[in-house]
């Protein structure tokens, strides 16, 4: 399933942030509602899937925190696995990318609670 990264206040849109699959010095999202389901990232788009305890899925599924890039007190994710490239959205759906430009960096920061 796509993730679209629309906000919403309810139990689909809920998530948290978990020992990191492939690190335990980095992070996974996992669903609050879905446990067990993470978000992942595959052919540049980001997936909300069933954890396989492939080392791929882990690996594709780990990011590491980061300072927020248009914001130091927000966060960014960081591809655990494509080192440069981060969590982000675009046209309401999340992705991976690069980041270069000032749109890249606000649309690759998010404000957690």
Wanted: zero cysteines.
């Amino acid at each position: 399933m796509r993730v679209k990264s629309e906000i919403a206040y309810n139990a689909e849109s809920q998530w948290k942030m978990v020992k990191g699959l492939a690190d335990a010095s980095a992070i996974s999202i996992e669903s609050a509602s879905k446990p067990g389901y993470f978000l992942r990232h595959k052919d540049g788009k980001v997936w909300l899937e069933a954890n396989d305890n492939t080392t791929q899925f882990k690996n594709d599924a780990t990011w590491h925190l980061r300072t927020g890039l248009a914001n130091s007190w927000a966060v960014s994710f960081e591809s655990y696995n494509i080192s440069g490239a981060y969590l982000r959205h675009r046209d309401g759906l999340l992705e991976i990318s690069s980041i270069s430009t000032d749109l890249d960096r606000q649309d690759a920061t998010f404000y957690v609670k």
